[in-house]
Nanobody, 123 residues
């Protein structure tokens, strides 16, 4: 059973960089051909895919967030991370990490999700 767990600060100030980490257990982030994504849901809105890192380290980003988003990984810890720069209160959302069965751009579906972590950006 694959499990994903998000971690990071729950409060970030405007103009700073939001940093979150997803720790994966029960499966390797380097296993072919999975993709590992960050998804967010602002209050009262739908899910928004932010970007992914594939099993081979290739990264894909949402065009609307590409200029501010960076996804990286630490294979020794089986973790992948999100950095979102120059945040504003509009970046307040619940942030999820998830696995997709294939490393497509963008992902077509997700088979495992973390529980999500709430991040609030203060003005």
């Amino acid at each position: 059973q694959v499990q994903l767990q998000e971690s990071g600060p729950g409060l970030v100030k405007s103009s700073q960089t939001l940093s979150l980490t997803c720790t994966v257990s029960g499966g390797s982030i380097t296993s072919s051909y999975y993709g590992w994504s960050w998804i967010r849901q602002p209050p009262g809105k739908g899910l928004e895919w932010m970007g992914s890192i594939a099993y081979d380290g290739t990264t894909y980003y949402s065009p609307s967030l590409k200029s501010r988003t960076s996804i990286s990984r630490d294979t020794s810890k089986n973790q992948f991370s999100l950095q979102l720069s120059s945040v504003t209160p509009e970046d307040t959302a619940r942030y999820y990490c998830a696995r997709s069965p294939d490393a497509s751009d963008p992902p077509h579906e997700y088979d495992y999700w973390g529980q999500g972590t709430q991040v609030t950006v203060s003005s």
